[in-house]
Every structure is written in structure tokens, then in C-alpha cells.
DNA sequence: CATTTGACTGCGT
DNA sequence: AACGCAGCCAAAT
């Protein structure tokens, strides 16, 4: 027999175009980002309705390797601690817009924010 | 259930 | 411009 508390777990479950999980949601978001844009950790945060950037970057420590780990940058332009070598080289071979330095992002024409 | 831990951020020095 | 520090929040211990 059908109660309150099935019904409401149906409905949420048949919903969806959006995980539930944040783990999900946050790779999710990352797998949308284009080739040749990026997203900080803030904003695949505030994409999920959270603010919790920090929270994001372990999502990636741990899941990084199944989506494009490199388009998410620090709110500098500097890309994922540690793998900075990587990343730059990805970011030629998609044709992002890097800073002057040759060691982060332009965010100004890079970034996207949804 | 309390504490510790980070692929973070913004602000002050 | 580099560095330290406190705030933040979900996950791991």
C-alpha cells in the first residue's frame, strides 16, 4: 500500500534532468562545460545551488579522471592544484585564452558561468 | 555523532 | 605580487 512519504519519494525520483547527489551534480556541471571555456570551483558551486567551492575541488580530487578535470579553474585563472603542467597543455590543444604569463587562464574571455 | 580534511576564496599584510 | 589567515561546506575518518 501506498503512503505520503512513497508518493514524495516517486516524484522525486521521477523528475530529474538533475542528479540528486552532489558528487553527481558537480560532475554533472563540469561534463557540460565546452571545449576551450572554463568554470572556477566557485561557480560549478553556485551552478548547483551551493557555495561550497571547496567542496567541489574534492569532488574532483576524487573523480576528476571521468570528466574534463582541466576545464575548472581556481577564481584566478590557475588551473587544479598540482597539475598545472597538464592543464596548460590541454588548454593549447583546445584553444583556450590564456594570460599573459602563459600560466592561467584569461577568465575575462575563457569563463563561463552556467 | 565530533573532528579533521581539502584540486577553494576573499581580504589584509 | 607573494603570503598568511579565517571563513566556508561537503566528505571522509
Excluded: C, K
Excluded at 23 to 52: K, N
Excluded at 78 to 98: I, Q, S, Y
Excluded at 104 to 113: H, K, M
Amino acid at each position: 500500500m501506498s503512503t505520503v512519504s512513497d508518493a514524495t519519494r516517486l516524484d522525486v525520483r521521477a523528475n530529474p534532468p538533475l542528479p540528486h547527489d552532489f558528487v553527481s551534480r558537480v560532475l554533472a556541471v563540469v561534463d557540460g562545460i565546452p571545449s576551450g571555456r572554463v568554470m572556477t570551483y566557485g561557480d560549478v558551486a553556485a551552478a548547483i545551488g551551493s557555495r561550497a567551492a571547496r567542496a567541489v575541488g574534492q569532488v574532483m580530487a576524487r573523480h576528476g579522471d571521468e570528466v574534463a578535470w582541466w576545464r575548472v579553474v581556481r577564481a584566478s585563472g590557475e588551473p587544479a592544484a598540482g597539475h598545472g603542467r597538464e592543464a596548460m597543455r590541454r588548454f593549447a590543444a583546445e584553444g583556450t585564452a590564456v594570460g599573459r604569463g602563459g600560466d592561467r587562464v584569461d577568465l575575462s574571455s575563457a569563463r563561463i558561468t552556467a
